[in-house]
């Protein structure tokens, strides 16, 4: 069975109903061959999202990668770098939930705190608003994946992963190919169709496993790759290789 790291796994209980605990996500990660987990809280319903990330530090399992999740309307320099030198692998952002625009300048500093840390941001991202969430007032703009492509230009020294594949946005996966510092992962967007082509255009170094458990399955994540037709050395990059590189395990 192919080593695998999913670096996109939600954890408690979110706003919406969606919930998961660490019990379950360790008995999937068993059955499916999944080494290690990137973990952070839904758009939790206490509202806390930095405490609610703090307390995955507790976990004893080095399964589990933890990811600082925050809102950038609540918090304050000095905050994120603190909380990051607690020992979590990356940040993890979502402007839909959040309501924010990632270009507001006024959220600069927070890209530069991190880019002094080292850590990778993952951005949710989709190209538009899905039906069932239109009845709310969200922009879309904000969480465009070609609006994270333009934050990776204003801060070359940031690691920016763009989530859901990009949502299949062609000009954001075409730049991932021309710039160091942007990477997607392969979550709800992956068909075995778009892995193969996306492998093809702009190479396999910069796509990463993803499963946006539990709102898809882990299992059938997997076998998108694993059924994309790509060979196995390509495949075990994807599935753990450039994840193991980027997170330095």
Known sequence: ???????????GEDKDGAKQNLAQLKKNMAAYGI?????????EKEGNLVKASERLLGVKNRQFLPFLRFDPKQVKPGQINASLSKGFYGVKLHPRAQNFDPLDRKYYWIYKEIEESGKPILFHTRKTVPTFMRFK????SFFDPDRIVKLAE?????DF???HFAGLSWKALESIK???????ETSIFGTTFAVRRVAENIGIEKILFGSDSPYS???????KIKKSGLGKS???KILSGNARKLFKL
């Not at 069975?1 to 954890?11: F, G, Q, T």
């Not at 080494?35 to 758009?43: G, K, L, M, V, W």
């Not at 399955?217 to 076998?223: A, K, N, R, T």
């Open 1 to 11: 069975m192919d080593e695998a790291i999913d670096i996109h796994v939600h954890i």
């Open 35 to 43: 080494s290690h987990a990137a973990i952070f809280p839904f758009d």
């Open 137 to 140: 007032k969200y922009k879309a």
């Open 154 to 158: 204003k801060f070359p020294d940031v």
């Open 161 to 163: 992963i763009i989530g």
């Open 178 to 184: 021309t710039k160091d510092n942007l990477y997607t």
């Open 217 to 223: 399955d882990q299992e059938l994540e997997l076998l």
């Open 234 to 236: 390509e495949i075990s």
